[in-house]
């Protein structure tokens, strides 16, 4: 069984940075072929595609994060990154990591909160 955990999140003030991680693991479970992608639900929201990064590296941002989030991949330690900086209080939400497109569970995800 496949398991994301997403971790960094936390409370910080508008144009502060957070770098979030999610650990993938699972028997025969690695990220190194699979394009995987950082996910994002706000309150009373729907869950929405914010960044991926392909196999191959290459990545993609909805246009509401571009030039403020990088994704990255480690496929050594099966981790997937998003490092967020110039935070808007928009951004706030739980943030989770899956396979792009989703292929398997979710984790609990992340709390990232942007807020004076």
């Known amino acids: 069984q496949v398991q994301l955990v997403e971790s960094g999140g936390g409370l910080v003030q508008p144009g502060g940075s957070l770098r979030l991680s999610c650990a993938a693991s699972g028997r025969f479970f690695s990220i190194y072929a699979m394009a995987m992608g950082w996910y994002r639900q706000a309150p009373g929201k729907q869950r929405e595609l914010v960044a991926t990064i392909t196999s191959g590296g290459s990545t993609n941002y909805v246009d509401s994060v571009k030039g403020r989030f990088t994704i990255s991949r480690d496929n050594a330690k099966n981790t997937v990154y998003l490092q967020m900086n110039s935070l808007k209080p928009e951004d706030t939400a739980v943030y989770y990591c899956?396979?792009?497109?989703?292929?398997?569970?979710w984790g609990q995800g992340t709390q990232v909160t942007v807020s004076a």
């Open positions: 899956n396979t792009q497109p989703v292929l398997t569970s």
